[in-house]
């Protein structure tokens, strides 16, 4: 997990393995929501970070079916 400060405003960001160990899935599935089902994310170098907001409001639209399989 890493904490990131834009005007004051904190935000967390965690990686791929991070998320992958959240969610009991594999560290290319997580890039492949990342490049195909629009998980928000950004790349710095060739490092992919995902903001813990942003996880939780895309796993939100999933569970609605608002995210196509």
Known sequence: ME???FDGIREVFLS???VSNMLNV???TIRN???FRGL???KIARKILIRK???MEW???YKRGD???
Request: some cysteine; glycine content about 0%; overall charge negative.
């Open 26 to 28: 594999s560290k290319s």
């Open 59 to 61: 796993l939100e639209r």
């Open 40 to 42: 928000p994310h950004i």
């Open 53 to 55: 907001v942003d996880l």
């Open 16 to 18: 791929v393995e991070e």
């Open 67 to 69: 995210i196509n399989d």
């Open 3 to 5: 904490e990131i400060r």
């Open 33 to 35: 929501w990342c490049s």
